[in-house]
């Protein structure tokens, strides 16, 4: 097919904190084991645009260390006809901000991601006509539409899954349709700097695109805002070529199976993990999943086909809270799976949520006890925050203390509530303080390190250099 020249640029800006910007997935590094994670988003819409042009590039701003000022400098001395911004809750002052510096009376600047998503007209309106498009749901086949109007000189301003700001005139557009998972492109891994993108103990990862949507609708997650209650999945033959071509081609062995909810459909992972003993690839994967979507035999056919950490969403250790965010998991489902993954040798991660509603001194302390009872390897406390698109937001738009959206980061006071600031952060601490510094998980940790000494070693450093530093 003959491609256009048309230069577009896709790009997580720079940030003065480093965060990891993928998808719905805004997270801080002040987190423990956060770490920047390879673009997916940005790199599977290169190469959807890969196919109709030849001049794509990508700058992951953020991860790459460029100021803004370099950053700013490259992209006039580029001049892209189309730039496309991943934005998010926490950074789209300074989004808007790049985005201003970035404009001319030629380009076209095209904001997707969560906060576009979520609230296109205020963006739109702040940007002040510096931003022409907002997309408000899944960006590929929009992203397509838009280099196929600009290219055709057709009216950029009425493009399905957008709202648009062109001549003043904010224009909001019929919604676009969901990109269907098993058509996308492998993402264009040749336009970024993979290196950059490693785990904590110092190993380069990447990611793999498995599914996107979510059934379950707990009130503090945008996964269902996001991506949808319905479920699409790669199938379990897409996903393991994808990986051993990677291994091949880049010499890459660890990798996150990027999906919001990984073990939605059991049946899936069991082919999955069969094709990938059968294949004799021998990576190794991590993924997210919920308790009761799991059980011994699957994790333990999961063990043996790479998997080597599960992120479990516990969310709290207080049946009550856990109750009214509509989780729909007891406590004792959560200490059946931790221990299985316990006696399999998994890597368990739990993330907890300090501050939802109804949160009280009683619960905390309940949550932290609970956690240091079950056999979890790591545990994360991050604070509330109520994302626009979720039904927390809407729950607690009127309770919201801080309202410049830089400080939705998972890390900071944001709803008011029975606790204070103060007793929210003290207890934040102090749960991870009481969690990891305990003889028991110590010895634990000890007797682990027998099993994989080497991955023990690396990952122990760099927890030790993060906690010392949380203090
Ligand atoms: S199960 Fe996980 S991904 Fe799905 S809505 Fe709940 S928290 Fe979000």
Redesign the pocket.
Known sequence: MLKYDTKVLITNLPFKNKITKEGRCVISLNSTFETVRMPLSLAILAAELEKFSSQIKIIDANAEDISEEKFIKTVKDQNPDLIFINCSTPTIQQDISTARMIKNSTNHIIFFGQQAMALPINVLKEANGSIDIAVTGDIEITARKILQAYVNKKDMSNIEGTVSSYNNIIKKNKNGPPSSVTNLPRPSRHLLNNKLYKLPSGDIFTSVLVSRG?????S?????FYHGLKIRTRTPDQVVQEIEDTMLKYGIQWFLLAS??FT?NKKWVRSFCKLMLTKKIKVKWMC?S?VD?VDYDLLKIMKEAGCWMITF?I?SGDQNILDSI??HIKLNQIEEIINHCNQLKIISHGSFIFGLPGETKESIQNTITFAKSIPLDLAFFYLATPYPGTELFNLTKYKITKKDWKHFNFNEYIIDSELSEEDILKFQKQATKEFYWRPSYIIRQIQRSLHNPLLTIKHGTFMIKKLLSHG
């Open positions: 979510c059934p379950y609708n707990c503090f997650c945008n996964a269902p919001d909810l939605a997210n919920r979507t969403g969310e509509g989780k």
